[in-house]
């Protein structure tokens, strides 16, 4: 059974950081792509960052680039997400995800419909 389990949120004041990590069990971890994602209270799902199944491509969204960084251990099974220089409008429940891929390392995936699996979220506060 696949499991995604996310950790490391909590209530943060702006201008802060905050490491999430996802960890992964039940799937062959190298041979997925992954994800992480928000969603804040009543706004749609929104992608944040996502990392090619070897760790060698990365992709953000424009309003955290240069301010997070998604990173991963295929040793530990774990992907990350450390968020620098928050902001109040970063305050979300952040969900990570998974996506098998079979033919290559190096592609990323913006669009939630492409994960297979994805974790229950955990919440990340900003205060101003």
């Known amino acids: 059974q696949v499991q995604l389990v996310e950790s490391g949120g909590g209530l943060v004041q702006a201008g802060g950081s905050l490491r999430l990590s996802c960890a992964a069990s039940g799937l062959t971890f190298s041979t997925y792509a992954m994800g992480w994602f928000r969603q804040a209270p009543g706004k749609e799902r929104e992608f944040v960052a996502a990392?090619?199944?070897?760790?060698?491509?990365?992709v953000y969204t424009d309003s955290v680039k240069g301010r997070f960084t998604i990173s991963r251990d295929n040793t530990k099974n774990t992907v990350y997400l450390q968020m620098n220089s928050l902001k109040p409008e970063d305050t979300a429940v952040y969900y990570c995800?998974?996506?098998?891929?079979?033919?290559?390392?190096?592609?990323?995936?913006?669009?939630?419909?492409?994960?297979?699996?994805w974790g229950q979220g955990t919440q990340v506060t900003v205060s101003s």
């Open positions: 990392i090619s199944r070897s760790g060698g491509s990365t």
């Open positions: 995800a998974a996506k098998a891929v079979i033919y290559t390392n190096s592609n990323v995936y913006t669009r939630g419909q492409d994960y297979n699996y």
